[in-house]
Structure formats: structure tokens, C-alpha cells
């Protein structure tokens, strides 16, 4: 989405970034905050940022003590992939996504066939980021990148995140005071990160707004329109299991080695149930997410569109599954 953030720490502080209270910020009198603030102002000027949209976007704005902690403080996680996709792709995530994809189906139809992108896909991550919307982040996304901006790890990379989340309030999208999100910045429905909003939401309703908080059909279009711009063919899926067989040469097992199907079946890689895979000519990758002996994966060009969303190889899995389950495969 975007987003070059570690799916795990998410994962992990997922209920820290929730909690009640911790999104909360205070006025400061810090001369050294208020200084970079109007450096900030200066900067947002010159990028056509208006000063009524800062007054009301900076408003009581300073640093958010918990998100420099949970910043300088993510775990570090030693969830297997087995564990992990247990968890993601669970029986109860699956049931729902099911009533999902029934509940909206019609609308979800109309998108598909605006992106190409099957509607099994968008539930899916729609799933994975906020349980079908119900968990989107309590944290003002501008106080929070004001923070990370200031006193982060990478001041760099966020304080462009908060010039072109000043630009979403400066185009009307949202108020500010409703712009909420998780502790890094990842907003709405959708997790999309201020720079990936500019890039892909999409406003599907035609109010003039791009609404990936509330609007349902501005969430799937945004999603949807953020895979189509990474890449994403309708045609294929985005992988499956498969059997390798005995010896098989490690050095294969890499996304950086390409080979078409047949390639692969002549090497001896077969479908999990033992079946040839099959004979459509594209090409695939193999992986072992869980390590050497672990399960395998054949995966296509639209699992490293799932990447370009999300850069963790537990993440674009376990969309796959889930969006396989949701669909009754």
C-alpha cells in the first residue's frame, strides 16, 4: 500500500495501537518542536498547502509519547509462519469473509470489472488489514507523523508522509479531526499510507471525496485500484501449494528465480495433491516462507503484487489462502 512497514510489529502491538487513551496528544510549549513546526508550516506552503488547512490540521499538535515508544520499541517476533497463518487465515476470518463477499456482492462485481482485480482478493485484504473494517487505528494521523517526523527513525521518509497527508485535508478528502489511523500513519479501511492515498484511493461515488474510512465502495475501488496500478492480472491467481520433490535444489526455492510451469513440472514440482500443475504458460516462482522442509509454494506475478501492497512473504501468504478459503477452494 504502500507501505514499506513491518507487518509483524503491527501485528504485535496491534491491541497497544488500540487501546483507549493512547492515541491522545497535548499542546507543547517545546521551543525545539514549535521551532520544526514552523519549518513544517514553511515547507507545506511551498507545496500549495493553505493556511487554513494548516490552522486546522496543526491545531494542539505534539509529539504522541507512545508512538515514539512503540516506534523505538517493536517486538521482535518469533511467530512461525505455520502459527501466523493460523491466526490470519482462521476459521472465524474465513466465515466472515465469506458473508462478506455475499453481503456486497454486487457492488464488489462492479469493481471487479472497473480494475480487473476478483472480489475474493479485495475481501481478503480487506480482512487482513481491519477485520472488515472494525479495526482502523485510534491515533490522529497527523499528530502521529508530526511525532515520527520529529523524533523518529525515519524523520525523512514520515515528514513526507505528513506533507501529503496535509495535502489529503487540503483536496477536501477529510476533515483532520477525523483523520484517524494507526500509530505509523496507515489510514482508513484500506491501511493506506498518506502517499499511497494520493496514488490510488479512489473516490467511486463521485462526492467528491476519496472515503477509505467510511465509503464502502470508495474501500474496494482504492484496494482494487492499487493492485491494478501494481501490476495485477485478472486472468491468474496468485499461487498455490505444491509438493517438490526429493532433492530438490534449494537454490531454486527464491523469488528471484523465474521459470515457466513446464519448467517447473519437468523439475519434478507437482500440485499439493500430487497432480501435474498446469499448463497455462506463465511463469512462477518457489517459495518456503516457513524455511527449508517447510510447505511449498508456486507463486505468479500477482503474489508480488501482494508484496508491492505489504512486503512480508507471511503477509502476501496468507492473503492468497485467505482469499482461496473465502472463495471455497
Sequence with gaps: MRPNRNLMAALLTLPLWLAPGAAGAQATDDPQFLAWLEGLRADARANGISDSTLDRSLVDVAPIPRVIELDRHQPEST?????????????TRIKNGRAKLVQHRALLDEVATKFGVQPRFIVALWGIET????????FPVIHALATLAYDGRRSKYFRGELLKALQIVEEGHIDPARMKGSWAGAMGQSQFMPSSFLSFAHDYDGDGAKDIWNTQADVFASAANYLRGVGWRDDITWGRKVTLPKGFDPALVSLDVRKTLGD???LGVRRIDGTDLPTRNITGSILQPGGAASQGYIVYNNYRAILRWNRSHYFAIAVGELSDRIAGR
Design 79 to 91: 511467530i512461525t509462519f505455520e502459527t501466523y497463518q493460523a491466526r490470519i487465515v482462521s476459521p
Design 131 to 138: 477485520n472488515f473494517g472494525q479495526f482502523t487505528g485510534g
Design 264 to 266: 517447473w513440472q519437468a
